[in-house]
């Protein structure tokens, strides 16, 4: 059972590049979000999905976009990729919003030069 | 808006010792609290959840408490061990999403 499992692991852009982070899920649940942390800030929720064709934004959803073609996946489109999307961007899925479990992908080490 | 908060922001403490983390939230209309553990470099692993209408969960030397009314919530760690060490996370669930405290960085000295 894979769980949660987010594509690349590292990646090295340059500022105003464009890339899509993957994340899939094979726990057949219906929500998903993406996270992303940084250093004293915990992690802030960028855009979460209720169901395949419903999205819906987060806290902090400028530059991001996302969509929800099928249950299993969930990319993250960085626009034109900024030195402030630096971070650390994690995807969980979960049977709802409220839980009652969220499962967690490995994450993926952005840097913005 | 939900602001979760978790006192201590690290703590380190020897090999044996019994600890407590805590984790405080400013809203009570919550579905549940999970608390995580974060290795370096690593992803979130669920540790316990407790339901909102439980007062505690406990899977081996872990047990965490929630009380509603009050905000808060402990994370028990019995007989701590090396291999503890790691960052401890709390979260809750409200609405659409998970709120998530800046968590508490545990060393366990052997």
């Known amino acids: 059972n894979a769980g949660v499992t987010q594509t690349p692991k590292f990646q090295v852009l340059k500022t105003g590049q464009s890339m899509t982070l993957q994340c899939a899920q094979d726990?057949?649940?219906?929500?998903m979000s993406w996270y992303r942390q940084d250093p004293g800030m915990g992690l802030r929720l960028i855009h979460y999905?209720?169901?395949?064709?419903?999205?819906d934004q987060g806290e902090v959803p400028n530059g991001y976009n996302v969509s929800r073609s099928t249950t299993e996946d969930f990319p993250l489109r960085l626009l034109s990729a900024a030195p402030s999307q630096t971070s650390v961007y994690f995807c969980?899925?979960?049977?709802?919003?409220?839980?009652?479990?969220?499962?967690f992908g490995q994450g993926t080490r952005l840097t913005v030069v | 808006k939900q602001e979760v908060t978790q006192i201590p922001a690290a703590l380190s403490v020897p090999e044996g010792e019994n600890l407590v983390l805590n984790c405080s939230f400013t809203?009570?209309?919550?579905?549940?609290l999970q608390w995580f553990r974060q290795d370096p470099g690593k992803g979130l692993t669920s540790l316990l959840l407790?339901?909102?209408?439980?007062r505690e969960q406990t899977s081996g030397r872990l047990n965490a408490s929630l009380d509603k009314s009050s905000g808060r919530s402990t994370l028990y760690i019995a007989a701590s061990q090396p291999g503890d060490s790691a960052t401890y996370l709390c979260?809750?669930?409200?609405?659409?999403?998970?709120?998530f405290g800046t968590g508490t960085s545990l060393t366990v000295i052997p």
């Open positions: 969980a899925s979960s049977y709802g919003p409220g839980g009652p479990e969220a499962f």
């Open positions: 726990m057949n649940h219906e929500y």
């Open positions: 999905s209720v169901g395949a064709g419903i999205t």
């Open positions: 809203d009570s209309a919550i579905y549940n």
């Open positions: 407790i339901q909102s209408s439980q």
């Open positions: 979260a809750v669930s409200e609405g659409n999403q998970f709120y």
